[in-house]
Nanobody, 124 residues
Framework: QVQLVESGGGLVQAGGSLRLSCAAS????????MGWFRQAPGKERELVAA????????YYTDTVKDRFTISRDNAKNTVYLQMNSLKPADTAVYYC?????????????????WGQGTQVTVSS
């Protein structure tokens, strides 16, 4: 089992940056593939970015490529989402999620554990 706690959300103007963090506890972090999801009001949850257990593979949805960067620090049991050039369309609650023993990047429906979410609001 693993507990996930997100931080770093907030209000930012369009074009600005935020860095989200997700701290994991409870199990060996290197055994966990991590993902960042978001859900905007009235919209379905979507996978934004993901990183494999060893960080050799990453995934980004098309709308955030070249703006967002996912990274992990296995020594700190933490995964990050650096978000640059933010747009109002990025406004959502952002969740981190974990999947144990995944090979590569897990499918969107394969995550087992979830954080409580952190709000990101981008003003125009």
């Amino acid at each position: 089992q693993v507990q996930l706690v997100e931080s770093g959300g907030g209000l930012v103007q369009a074009g600005g940056s935020l860095r989200l963090s997700c701290a994991a506890s409870g199990r060996t972090f290197s055994s966990i593939a991590m993902g960042w999801f978001r859900q905007a009001p009235g919209k379905e949850r979507e996978l934004v970015a993901a990183v494999s257990r060893s960080a050799t593979s990453t995934y980004y949805t098309d709308t955030v490529k070249d703006r967002f960067t996912i990274s992990r620090d296995n020594a700190k049991n933490t995964v990050y989402l650096q978000m640059n050039s933010l747009k109002p369309a990025d406004t959502a609650v952002y969740y981190c999620a974990a999947r144990f023993w995944a090979v590569g990047i897990p499918g969107e429906n394969e995550y087992d554990y979830w954080g409580q979410g952190t709000q990101v609001t981008v003003s125009s």
